[in-house]
């Protein structure tokens, strides 16, 4: 059982470029996330889908776009990539309702922007 | 505005010497309270929710409990392979997604 799976695991961008990590569950979850984690800052919300066709701005969606592609994918897409978003990217996936704080996380995209 | 902050955000334990992790929150509304593991190089992996205050829930060596203002993680007789970084996390009334404080970084020397 696979759980989350994200690709790439590390990429590096040059300033400008445009990139769109993927992320797919195989647990049949209906609500998905996109998180980013860096250094002395915690994992902070970028964009979240709560059912397939749904999407909503998290804390932090300056610079991103999101699609939820059907039930099991959720991809981040990065339009013109900046030194800010040098980061650690999580996706993860939970049922909604009294479930929806178990999240099942992705092993992570580790991203460096040039 | 949700907010959570853990303390200590590093913490050196001897194998077997017991100590608590605390997770302090603000919130409006609070849904749930949550703890989570993080290894190196690894999402975070769920270890706990907590509903109300007065609730304790347990998992091997580790111990999580709930008041109106903090959460604690008790580590008892904690072993190296207890080395991690613990996340604590928050959901409010009206949020989707969850709120994370910046994590304790536990070291357990052999």
């Known amino acids: 059982n696979a759980g989350v799976t994200q690709t790439p695991k590390f990429q590096v961008l040059k300033t400008g470029q445009s990139m769109t990590l993927q992320c797919a569950q195989d647990m049949n979850h209906n609500s998905m996330y996109w998180y980013r984690q860096d250094p002395g800052m915690g994992l902070r919300l970028i964009y979240y889908s709560a059912s397939e066709g749904t999407t909503d701005k998290g804390e932090v969606p300056n610079g991103y776009n999101v699609s939820r592609l059907n039930k099991r994918e959720f991809s981040l897409r990065l339009e013109s990539a900046a030194p800010s978003q040098t980061s650690v990217y999580f996706c993860?996936?939970?049922?909604?309702?009294?479930?929806?704080?178990?999240?099942?996380f992705g092993e992570g995209s580790r991203l460096t922007v040039l | 505005e949700d907010q959570v902050t853990q303390s200590p955000e590093a913490l050196r334990l001897q194998e077997g010497e017991s100590s608590s992790l605390n997770c302090s929150y603000t919130v409006s509304g609070l849904r749930g309270l949550f703890w989570y593991r993080q290894d190196p190089g690894k999402g975070p992996e769920f270890l706990f929710t907590l509903y109300s205050a007065g609730e304790e829930k347990e998992k091997e060596r580790l111990k999580a409990t709930l008041t109106k203002k903090e959460s604690f993680l008790h580590i008892t007789a904690p072993k190296p392979e207890d080395s991690a970084t613990y996340l604590c996390?928050?959901?409010?009334?009206?949020?989707?997604?969850?709120?994370f404080g910046k994590g304790t970084h536990l070291i357990i020397q052999p």
């Open positions: 993860a996936s939970s049922e909604p309702g009294t479930g929806a704080g178990e999240l099942f």
């Open positions: 996390a928050v959901q409010s009334g009206g949020a989707d997604g969850l709120t």
